[in-house]
């Protein structure tokens, strides 16, 4: 469903993912809209495409699957965007002044001769430029949104892309579509594979058997893993992008040499790792090394004594799994108690040396 209308006022906005509520003034009526709206205003005019959903305690909202802005379609609404902080130096008044001067011309003089805006009382022409840079800027910043989103980058995806990137954002991704992998966690490979081969990037550009090999090893971190072996990656991203072995080993050499990747030999396996994955576990490895290599500080003497103490005292009878669990981490500087959540965890009983 489309609807179209004007930003009337923001109740709550995170600053990070540009997740919004507001009031939303349309044609007849005003109503609660909910979703990813980063970069938007008090006043700001736009189209929204989404559904009404009623919540069980503010009850019927509509809720945005995207959204694109537009530039208000009457002199009044010009007025109302101008002067509702978008542009710094531009107030009501002086926003009244613009629209009442140029009145359809309006956004091309701001976007193409800004030195008419001098002749506005109140408007220097130093601060006329200033006006002009900062209203392109935003606009740059629309074409940026727009862009993402025919691709079918998510909206606070898009805020994750500019932050990074800043204006120079559509010319760095035309480049190199792939970029937006490391930028965007969840992004789907294949769509951006397929705005890179719309963009014209040849089949077996490095970036891409690259940015594939990042992307196959990071499905693997999402499920749990912190490495993947050699023989399987390459299959996948033989599957992934259709291109040959030779190429895909290129690539990993080259991220190897770049050390985005660590590639580590074990019983005869060749397990690859991106590079922050492998030194978060080769640092948590040495860290439970050098605690099981030290003095053990906190072995308390005359345990069992202690335990019966505490089964009298607490008229509590633990079992012998219990007591041996209680011996083990008073001998031992490391314990591994592993289960799942609300499975209550189970004990197996391993002596460190």
Known sequence: MEIKGQIEDIIFQNEVNGYTIATFKMEKDIITIVGYLPFINSKDTLKLIGKYVTHPEYGEQFKIDTFEKIMPETLDGLVDYLSGGTIK???????????ETFKDETISILKF????????KGISEKKAIEISEEFNEKWELWQIVGFLQKFGISIQNCKKVYDKLGKDAISEIENNPYILLDISYGVDFKKIDKMAMDLGISFDNQKRIESAIKYGISIANSNGHTCVLKQNLITFIENLTGTNKD?????????????EIVIELRDD???????????????????IKLII??????????????IEKQEREFKIKLSDKQKQAIEDVNENNICIITGGPGTRKNYNHKKHN
């Not at 001769?113 to 506005?120: F, N, T």
Request: charged share 30%; aromatic share 8%; proline share 3%.
């Open 89 to 99: 130096g531009i107030g009501a008044t002086t926003a009244k002044r613009i629209v």
């Open 113 to 120: 001769e800004p030195q008419k805006l001098a002749s506005i």
């Open 247 to 259: 190429n895909i080993e290129n690539g990993l050499i080259n991220l190897k040499v770049r050390q």
């Open 269 to 287: 396996l060749e397990w690859v790792y991106l590079y922050p994955f492998y030194k978060a576990e080769q640092n948590i490895a040495e860290k």
């Open 293 to 306: 290599e030290s003095k053990n500080i906190k072995r308390v003497k005359d345990l069992n004594k202690k």
